[in-house]
């Protein structure tokens, strides 16, 4: 098990939770109470921050440790931060507008991307070496 993995695991988690938060924070600020998921747009970005990003995060997981595994721990945890530093900048941008997401959502879909297609290729390789 790879400590740099388990740090970007942790970091993930961490960053999950203040995005959680920040809902909870944009719910009293905008008087948008549950369950009602609609109200003000400035409501809506957080919200829309938050559930991509657990949308995004399942497939990020899974694909970072099995990176981690078969190619590369380290790696993995830096292009695992690569991804985490695209959410921030996702996140920092939909906050403000939702055109400014488009960087941060790039770039984490992309470096989710690697950490998946890296996989499959250890995988792979791993299969066919034995």
Known sequence: MSPWTSLITALTLLL???ITINV???RA???VIPPQMTGDPNFERVLRVQQNTLEQTIVF???LWLFSLYVNPLWGAIIGAIWLVGRIVY???Y???AEKRMIGFG???ISGTVLLL???IGIILTLVKS
């Open 24 to 26: 909870g924070r944009a």
């Open 107 to 109: 770039i984490t879909t």
């Open 61 to 63: 997981l899974p694909g």
């Open 91 to 93: 996140a920092w941008g």
């Open 95 to 97: 906050y403000q507008a």
């Open 118 to 120: 890296g996989s499959l």
């Open 16 to 18: 999950y939770s203040v």
């Open 29 to 31: 600020k905008y008087k």
